[in-house]
């Protein structure tokens, strides 16, 4: 199974949630395990699960569905929403403030009591099957006044807040993910927790556990550790070069300078 390191009572309010038949809407910082989660639960759970990045130009028809050309003439291609909703699937909608408010008010008639989803083109109305269930996602902090969720749409969620995890257990994650030792685990943890404390100055965003990991993965295929800092931590935070920099005088307070001994 997915390895997932619980933070607090995700699984078991995700787990009362399928239950119900009520969707799900994940908060929390990139990298901090939203996706994993999910997929975690899908295979717990023994559901078939489709991932949509959304975006700018996405559009209804590639969540529904549309008409193609083939060597017979015209047919009709389900979306990943429309396979979910006829499997009895979760429907994963990473990141859906990126997408068009007019592309997510197709998930309120499934996103209620009603469980529907009504094609348009082809004159359906499909009654969600049993095991289907609608997971969004998000990060509050890239949210502005042209990019937030829709209070209507917002409030037909079960929400759950995330965040990186604590040392304990990031440590735990970063080991079984990576296969390196705890003594890597834990300092590159204390690394990333000193540029979490930094994020305010010129960073966009903080260090994931995502990239701790990357980092891990370097150290263990023999890539010195200040360069592989350098390359799967500091260099993804930041296209600054006195950003870089700075972040790099931090990696060296944890690990010591080339040639101190690391």
């Not at 990139?30 to 899908?42: E, I, L």
């Not at 995330?162 to 440590?171: I, M």
Request: with cysteine; hydrophobic share 40%; charged share 25%.
């Amino acid at each position: 199974m997915i390895f997932y390191q619980p933070a607090g009572n995700e699984i078991e309010l995700f787990q009362a949630a399928a239950d119900n038949g009520l969707p799900v809407l994940i908060k929390g910082p990139t990298g901090c395990g939203k996706t994993r989660f999910v997929r975690h639960m899908a295979e717990k759970l023994g559901r078939p699960v489709y991932t949509v990045a959304c975006h700018d130009d996405l559009t209804a028809a590639d969540l529904v569905g549309r008409h193609l050309i083939g060597p017979e003439g015209t047919y009709w291609q389900d979306g990943p929403l429309t396979r979910a909703v006829r499997e009895g699937g979760i429907c994963y909608l990473d990141e859906v403030v990126e997408a068009r408010k007019d592309t997510t008010v197709v998930l309120h008639p499934l996103a209620d009591d009603r469980r529907e989803l009504p094609i348009e083109r082809t004159g359906e109305v499909l009654t969600a099957a049993p095991g289907f269930m609608l997971v969004v996602s998000y990060n509050p902090g890239y949210q502005s006044l042209l990019k937030g969720m829709k209070p209507s749409t917002r409030q037909r969620f079960v929400s759950m807040s995330f965040d990186y995890p604590g040392a304990a257990e990031e440590q735990t994650i970063v080991i079984e993910e990576s296969g390196c030792d705890r003594e890597l685990a834990e300092r590159l943890v204390n690394l990333a927790r000193s540029i979490r404390n930094l994020k305010d100055h010129d960073l966009e965003e903080a260090a994931s556990t995502r990239l701790l990991i990357h980092t891990a993965h370097l150290v263990r295929a023999g890539v010195p550790v200040g360069e592989a800092c350098r390359a799967g931590m500091i260099e993804p935070l930041s296209d600054d070069e006195a950003t870089v920099s700075a972040l790099m005088e931090v990696v060296y307070a944890v690990f010591g300078r080339p040639g101190e001994g690391q």
